[in-house]
């Protein structure tokens, strides 16, 4: 084997960072859907200060996730692919990144906007503005609306994307029998 092969053999490999960052956002990112689906659809108020207080913590990871891919550039496929599925992969990670950053700000400003305001567990960032009886006015109903639109379109958004991206990840594995699976678990190539 050659240099030149050795070095963009080990270029494939993935660093415990990039490793770590992905699991820590992609895991958070998955819960806190499912609870904000949860949180929705049966009206379980109790749960927002949490999905608030847990978005609150994981956005700083996402970012420092996006910053990182973006030094890093992305990793080197481990095997070649068609123009289609390499474009459709490229595609689907832009996408992954920017709507995981613009997630948690629309939550926010959804959030804040509504006068519900919001924090980590009591800590309060943005503060509320209730009436004496407890209802919400808004500080911007314009703002309110564009996040909350914007929060519900994201996230509906990321469900898709996740999907495909988890369904490209066991194509990978499963039809194909390539290591990208194994490498985004830690493997070396």
Do not use: C
């Amino acid at each position: 084997m050659n240099v030149n092969s050795d070095f963009h053999q080990s270029k494939k490999d993935l660093s415990l960072v990039s490793i770590v960052l992905h699991w820590i956002v992609a895991l958070g990112i998955i819960t806190l859907a499912l609870i904000g689906l949860y949180m929705t659809a049966n009206e379980a108020w109790s749960l927002y200060p949490y999905h608030k207080s847990f978005g609150l913590i994981l956005f700083p990871i996402i970012v420092i996730r996006v910053i990182w891919r973006l030094k890093q550039g992305w990793p080197v496929a481990v095997s070649r692919y068609s123009a289609v599925e390499h474009s459709l992969a490229k595609m689907t990670h832009w996408l992954l990144l920017i709507l995981i950053f613009l997630m948690p700000l629309a939550g926010m400003i959804y959030s804040g906007a509504s006068g519900h305001g919001f924090g980590i567990f009591g800590l309060e960032l943005v503060p509320h503005n209730y009436t004496e009886d407890g209802q919400a006015i808004a500080y911007s109903e314009v703002w309110r609306d564009a996040g909350q639109t914007a929060h519900r379109y994201i996230g509906n958004a990321l469900m898709v994307l996740i999907a495909l991206h988890i369904a490209g990840a066991l194509k990978h594995h499963f039809v194909d029998r390539d290591a990208t699976l194994k490498r985004m678990l830690g493997k070396k190539l």
